[in-house]
Every structure is written in C-alpha cells, then in structure tokens.
C-alpha cells in the first residue's frame, strides 16, 4: 500500500516571501500521479497542482511549482510571493495510474500554512 | 452551475442512530467518492464507487454502507456500528478517462454524535 507523509504540521512565511512544504511517499509503483490540494478555512477543497511521475519536467501554475525527485520519492511544493489568501491547510496526494486501483487519492496529514502580514 | 453538493452543512445523531448523508454532482462525472477527515489524520477514504450499480470498500469501510442507483447521487449512511462517527466527511467526483484527472470535493458535512 502506498502511503504519503507531510513531516511539517505547521509552516508560517511572511507575505510575499517563499516558502516550501515538505511531502514524501512510498510506492513499488513506476507509474503515478501527485496533488497538491489546499483547504482554506471554508474546508472546501481546492487542486493547487498535479504531477505526472512519468514527467521529468516540473509542474508550475502560476505562483505555485513543485520541485518532484522520483528516485528520492519527494514531492515538494513551493510557494513564491505568498499572498494572504494562501492561508490554508495543504495536502499532498498519491494516485495510482493503474486502473485496477480505482482511481483512489491516498493523502497525507496535511501542513498548515499561515502567512503573516 | 456544475458542482457537488452535500447536504446537511452540519449533522447531529444520538448515540445509536444511523444517518444518512447526501452527496449530488451535476457534472456528469462516472466515479464518486466519500472521505472521513478527522484533526491531524487528512482524509481517509470510505467508499467509492466507479459506475453506477458499483462500490468498492476504501480504507476505512466499517460502520458505514453506501448506495449508487443514480450516476448523480452516491448518499453514505453511517450506521450504528460505527465507533467514532464524529468527523467532518468530504464527497468528491471525477470525470471518466486518465486518473491524471482531479477529483473535485463537495463543501463537506460535519457529523457530531451527542
């Protein structure tokens, strides 16, 4: 089974700094997915980001990037010109490509982010 | 406008109850997900389901059961057999094709036992 750990319970930046959240999986898999989802304060959930394992090449949208090392399964997401709204629970996520799986999110425990004004 | 909605906001049972909480997306998505979201622990799956007609137990199935008759609607049941149905539980859906597709999430339902 695969499993995913967020080491940083809390993180806090100061607004329009950077900073990055930790996230680290486990899998025998070679082929898979990986999200970044962010929960504000409404707990609704909302996609930041997504990864293909089969791509070398990082995913950016925006101010968001991630920075994925396969071999070290590492996933970590950075966040550059932090704004106020960024405040939220994080979540990072692992989805198996392989269709008997079902399509399923196996998540972490999630890094709380506060960003100071 | 598209979207999840989960119904009741906020839930309250006694001690011994089932309940049933609803989930309906308008997106025509074929899978549909339940996920219990407990303080420190993230989301942890309950049921899923990829058609209609069809569910799979997740990680944490027991004390709960689940429906699929209709591709829009997927309502969970938390019954009495369930030890600690305190939690807040998150309905999500995705569309058919590549997994890189995103799961998109309902606002939630927050369920206290008194």
């Known amino acids: 089974a695969q499993t995913v750990t967020q080491s940083q319970p809390e993180m806090s930046v100061q607004e329009a700094e950077t900073v990055t959240l930790s996230c680290t999986y486990d899998?025998?898999?070679?082929?898979?997915?990986l999200f970044w989802y962010k929960q504000p304060p409404s707990r609704q959930m909302i996609l930041v980001i997504r990864q293909e394992a089969y791509k070398q090449q990082n995913a950016t949208e925006n101010r968001f990037s991630v920075n994925f090392q396969k071999a070290a399964k590492s996933f970590s997401l950075k966040i550059s010109d932090s704004q106020l709204g960024d405040a939220a629970m994080y979540f990072c996520a692992y989805r198996s490509a392989w269709k008997s799986s079902g399509d399923k999110l196996t998540f972490g425990t999630g890094t709380r982010l506060a960003v100071r004004p | 406008d598209g979207g999840i909605t989960q119904s009741p906001k906020y839930l309250f049972r006694k001690e011994g109850q089932n309940v049933t909480l609803s989930c309906e997306q308008n997106?025509?998505?074929?899978?549909m997900y339940w996920y219990r979201q407990d303080p420190g622990q993230g989301l942890r799956l309950i049921y899923y389901s990829q058609i209609v007609n069809d569910f799979q137990k997740g990680d944490i199935a027991e004390g709960y059961s689940v429906s699929r008759e209709k591709k829009e609607s997927f309502p969970l049941t938390v019954t009495s057999a369930q030890k600690n149905p305190t939690a807040f539980y998150l309905c999500?859906?995705?569309?058919?094709?590549?997994?890189?597709?995103?799961?998109?999430f309902g606002p939630g339902t927050r369920l206290t036992v008194l």
């Open positions: 899998t025998s898999e070679s082929d898979y997915y």
């Open positions: 999500a859906s995705s569309p058919p094709g590549q997994p890189y597709n995103e799961q998109f």
């Open positions: 997106l025509n998505h074929d899978a």
